[in-house]
C-alpha cells in the first residue's frame, strides 16, 4: 500500500507560480509512475501531468503544456508539479497518484492522495 501526501496548495494571484509536492511512502518510489491530477466541484476529475518511473518521460493536457513541469527526484522519494502563469480556470483541487505502471490511463492510477487546494485569483 502506499501512501500520498501533497503539499504546496494555496492561493495565488493570475499571473503567479505555485509548485506542489507530493511525497509517497514506503521505499519504493523509483518504482512507481507518478501523476497529478485535479477537480473542481460538479466537474470530473482530469488528467493534468504524469512522468514516468525512470522520470525520462512525461505526459500533460493540453491545458497546462508550456505553463506546468513535473519532475521527480529519487533520491529524496518526491515528485513535483510546477506551475507558471496560473489562470483562475486552474483553481481547483490536485492530486497525486501513482502506479506501477507508466501511463495508466485516466481511471488506472492506483494510488491516490487526499488532495491540496489550488486558488488562482484573477
Known amino acids: 500500500q502506499v501512501r500520498l501526501v501533497e503539499s504546496g496548495g494555496g492561493l495565488v494571484q493570475a499571473g503567479g507560480s505555485l509548485r506542489l509536492s507530493c511525497a509517497p511512502s514506503g521505499r519504493t518510489f523509483r518504482s512507481y509512475a507518478m501523476g497529478w491530477f485535479r477537480q473542481t466541484p460538479g466537474r470530473e476529475r482530469e488528467f493534468v501531468a504524469a512522468?514516468?518511473?525512470?522520470?525520462?518521460?512525461?505526459h500533460y493536457a493540453d491545458s497546462v503544456k508550456g505553463r506546468f513541469t513535473i519532475s521527480r527526484e529519487n533520491a529524496k522519494n518526491t515528485v513535483y508539479l510546477q506551475m507558471n502563469s496560473l489562470k483562475p480556470e486552474d483553481t481547483a483541487v490536485y492530486y497525486c497518484?501513482?502506479?506501477?505502471?507508466?501511463?495508466?490511463?485516466?481511471?488506472?492510477?492506483?494510488?491516490w492522495g487526499q488532495g491540496t487546494q489550488v486558488t488562482v485569483s484573477s
Open positions: 512522468i514516468t518511473r525512470s522520470g525520462g518521460g512525461s
Open positions: 497518484t501513482a502506479d506501477l505502471q507508466d501511463y495508466p490511463g485516466p481511471t488506472g492510477w492506483a494510488y
